[in-house]
C-alpha cells in the first residue's frame, strides 16, 4: 500500500513519521520510507533549489513545476517498483502538498497543480493519506525561516490549510484526519490505530 502524510508547517509531522517507523520496526513489518521533494539523487538537487532562501525570484509556475518534475522521477525511481514488488510506502508529503501550497497557498489553482502533476503521477495515487489537523494558529512551528517556503506570511499558510480541508471534502474515503495532542505518543496510537482499520499496517 502507499501511504502519504500530510499537513502544514510545524503539525508535528516528523515526530509521527518517525515513531510510526519505530513501531513497524519494532513489529517487524518492513516498509519503504521516502519523502517529497526528494529521495533520489534527481529528486534532492531538485528540493535543493525549490528551499533554497537565495532563489527567491523562482516564479510560482517555475515552483509548481518543479515539484512536479520531482515527483515524476520519485514515481518512476521508487514507488512504482516498490508498489509491483508488494511493498508498503510510506511517504512524507505527495500531490495533496502542491495542491493545498501551490493551487492554494499560491493561488495558481488546484486545476492547473492536477494538470500538470498528472503526466507525474503517472495514474499514481496514494491509498491512505494521513493529514495532521492543526490550523495554522494552533501549529507548533518553530523555526519560521528555515527555508524559502518556510517563511512565508501567516495568510499564506491559512489558504494552504483550507486548501487542504477542500481536497479532504473531494476525496473523504482517501483521508484520515488526526487531530495532534500534545502528548505525542497519544496522536501516534490514533494513527496506528487508523491504519491497521485501513488495512495498511499490522
Given at each position: 500500500?502507499?501511504?502519504?502524510?500530510?499537513?502544514?508547517?510545524?503539525?508535528?509531522?516528523?515526530?509521527?513519521l518517525?515513531?510510526?517507523?519505530?513501531?513497524?520496526?519494532?513489529?517487524?513489518?518492513?516498509?519503504?520510507?521516502?519523502?517529497?521533494?526528494?529521495?533520489?539523487?534527481?529528486s534532492e538537487q531538485?528540493?535543493?533549489?525549490?528551499?533554497?532562501?537565495?532563489?527567491?525570484?523562482?516564479?510560482?509556475?517555475?515552483?509548481?513545476?518543479?515539484y512536479?518534475?520531482?515527483?515524476?522521477?520519485?514515481?518512476?525511481?521508487?514507488?512504482?517498483?516498490a508498489?509491483?514488488r508488494?511493498?508498503?510506502i510510506?511517504?512524507?508529503?505527495?500531490?495533496?502538498?502542491?495542491v493545498?501550497?501551490?493551487?492554494?497557498?499560491?493561488?495558481?489553482?488546484?486545476d492547473?497543480v492536477?494538470?500538470?502533476?498528472?503526466?507525474a503521477?503517472?495514474g499514481?495515487?496514494p491509498?491512505?493519506t494521513v493529514?495532521l489537523?492543526?490550523?495554522p494558529?494552533?501549529?507548533?512551528?518553530?523555526?519560521?525561516?528555515a527555508?524559502r517556503?518556510?517563511?512565508?506570511?501567516?495568510d499564506?499558510?491559512?489558504?494552504?490549510?483550507?486548501?487542504?480541508?477542500?481536497?479532504i471534502?473531494?476525496?473523504?474515503?482517501?483521508?484520515?484526519?488526526?487531530?495532534p495532542?500534545?502528548?505525542?505518543?497519544?496522536?501516534?496510537?490514533?494513527?496506528?490505530?487508523?491504519?491497521k482499520?485501513?488495512?495498511?499496517?499490522?
Amino acid at each position: 500500500m502507499f501511504v502519504t502524510f500530510e499537513g502544514s508547517e510545524g503539525v508535528g509531522k516528523s515526530t509521527q513519521l518517525r515513531l510510526l517507523k519505530e513501531y513497524l520496526e519494532k513489529t517487524g513489518q518492513s516498509a519503504v520510507y521516502i519523502r517529497e521533494p526528494g529521495s533520489t539523487d534527481i529528486s534532492e538537487q531538485i528540493r535543493g533549489v525549490i528551499l533554497d532562501k537565495s532563489n527567491r525570484a523562482m516564479t510560482y509556475q517555475t515552483e509548481a513545476l518543479l515539484y512536479a518534475a520531482s515527483r515524476a522521477q520519485l514515481v518512476r525511481e521508487v514507488i512504482k517498483p516498490a508498489l509491483a514488488r508488494g511493498e508498503l510506502i510510506i511517504c512524507d508529503r505527495y500531490l495533496d502538498s502542491s495542491v493545498a501550497y501551490q493551487g492554494y497557498g499560491r493561488e495558481l489553482g488546484a486545476d492547473f497543480v492536477k494538470g500538470i502533476n498528472a503526466y507525474a503521477i503517472d495514474g499514481c495515487m496514494p491509498d491512505v493519506t494521513v493529514f495532521l489537523d492543526l490550523p495554522p494558529k494552533s501549529n507548533w512551528r518553530g523555526d519560521r525561516h528555515a527555508d524559502r517556503i518556510e517563511e512565508q506570511p501567516d495568510d499564506f499558510f491559512e489558504r494552504v490549510y483550507k486548501g487542504y480541508l477542500a481536497e479532504i471534502a473531494l476525496s473523504p474515503s482517501r483521508f484520515v484526519r488526526i487531530k495532534p495532542d500534545f502528548d505525542k505518543n497519544v496522536t501516534s496510537r490514533r494513527i496506528i490505530e487508523a491504519l491497521k482499520e485501513r488495512g495498511a499496517i499490522k
